[in-house]
């Protein structure tokens, strides 16, 4: 299947998108074909390599963060998310068991539990949870930073979900079907 927008090559990219791939590489390894994608409109990879850049920055571990992409990718039916947050999971120190059970939107950990479990909440209430729900990440230890990075892991996994769900971007990281594909 061809995408629907075609990425931008980094190899003939100039000026400062030439600096934003370089540094994207530099980071990853690879441009990745979502990067080249959100190059077509600069705002967008902007905003993206913003609020992800942020985020990585902020008070939830990478694993965390590995783990509510995971839990997001599968509710939102995003083989590009996935693929590449199972591998990001892995190198996050995510087991395979640990990897299916985020798909799954579930953690060994409870703290961790409670925050794909909120993410969960707040992506299918679009936000309009109850006070039970944030009554109940906070008993888990969820400080208000937390919960407020969980929010904003939600808007950025939107963002990227929907976005290769349109524009059916190209996977350009080891396969990993959505759990209802795989298992059908």
Do not use: W
Not at 35 to 53: I, K, M
Not at 116 to 134: M, P, Y
Not at 145 to 156: P, Q, R, T
Request: hydrophobic fraction near 50%.
């Amino acid at each position: 299947m061809n995408p629907r927008i075609a990425t931008i090559d980094p190899t003939t990219a100039t000026g400062p998108l030439a600096a934003k791939f370089a540094a994207v590489k530099a980071k990853l390894g690879l441009v990745p074909n979502l990067v080249r994608t959100f190059a077509q409109a600069p705002a967008v990879l902007d905003a993206y390599l913003g609020l992800s850049g942020s985020l990585a920055a902020g008070v939830l571990p990478a694993k965390v963060r590995e783990q509510l992409a995971l839990t997001l990718g599968e509710a939102n039916g995003c083989d590009y998310c996935l693929s590449a947050h199972s591998l990001g999971g892995k190198a996050a120190g995510l087991s395979p068991a640990d990897v299916e059970a985020a798909r799954r939107g579930t953690a060994a950990d409870p703290k961790a539990d409670a925050l794909l479990r909120f993410a969960s909440a707040v992506l299918n209430q679009r936000g309009a949870v109850s006070d039970e729900t944030v009554a109940t990440v906070r008993a888990a230890g969820a400080t208000d930073a937390e919960i407020l990075e969980v929010v904003a892991h939600v808007a950025l996994n939107v963002l990227t979900n929907f976005t290769n769900n349109v524009v059916q971007t190209t996977i350009d990281f080891p396969h990993a079907k959505p759990l209802a594909e795989a298992a059908a």
